[in-house]
């Protein structure tokens, strides 16, 4: 190898080292909101085999909501939807997030001003990427939702950054019959 080649090999592994020290050390970066484990709707866990989520979920659902995956923005069936109803775990069907709390944050995924109910996501401190953030699961089953951001709107000020493929619309019937409500 050449030795202008090799410095630059070096120099990458080095900033490589310290990015991955300063991204994994404990309090360097602020944790944007408590880790904490809510409670599944029903008071039970589902637990599943790998052979048993395969087979349930698609090649896709199942690389986000078991292998903490994400989709390419502005690709899922949700980003961008304006229907009437509630968002569901797409693995356990546990309730999520309402239609009435989505807003269009210009991300290209889903965003939620808050969940259903607090206790149905859990949320628990993400150190991949060389990042630190606080990601969002499922209380019911874990699933891998996405992450929660401190820049949404008022009240909370945080935005609920999901993944369609993780969700399943239930439409909520409306007294006109119309389920575009928003």
């Known amino acids: 190898m050449k030795p202008r080649l090799k410095l630059f090999v070096g120099l990458g592994v080095v900033a490589l080292i310290v990015c991955a020290a300063l991204a994994f050390r404990p309090g360097v970066a602020p944790v944007l909101v408590p880790e904490?484990?809510?409670v599944p709707m029903g008071g039970e866990k589902v637990v599943k085999t790998e052979a048993?989520?395969?087979?349930q979920l698609t090649p896709e659902q199942y690389r986000v909501t078991r292998e903490h995956g994400t989709e390419r923005a502005c690709t899922g069936a949700y980003w961008n939807t304006k229907?009437?109803?509630i968002y569901v775990c797409v693995c356990c069907d546990q309730p999520l997030f309402d239609s009435l709390s989505k807003f269009d944050s210009g991300t290209g995924w889903p965003s939620f001003a808050e969940p259903v109910a607090d206790e149905h996501v859990s949320t628990r401190t993400d150190r991949s990427h060389f990042m630190v953030r606080?990601?969002?699961l499922c209380s019911r089953c874990d699933a891998h939702l996405g992450h929660?951001?401190?820049d949404?709107?008022?009240p909370h000020g945080l935005r609920y950054c999901l993944n369609s493929v993780a969700l399943k619309l239930v439409p909520r019937p409306s007294?006109?019959?119309s389920t575009n409500a928003k």
């Open 36 to 38: 904490r484990e809510g």
């Open 83 to 85: 229907d009437n109803g």
């Open 152 to 154: 949404g709107p008022p």
């Open 175 to 177: 007294a006109t019959g």
């Open 52 to 55: 048993e989520w395969r087979a």
């Open 148 to 150: 929660v951001f401190p």
């Open 134 to 136: 606080t990601e969002i």
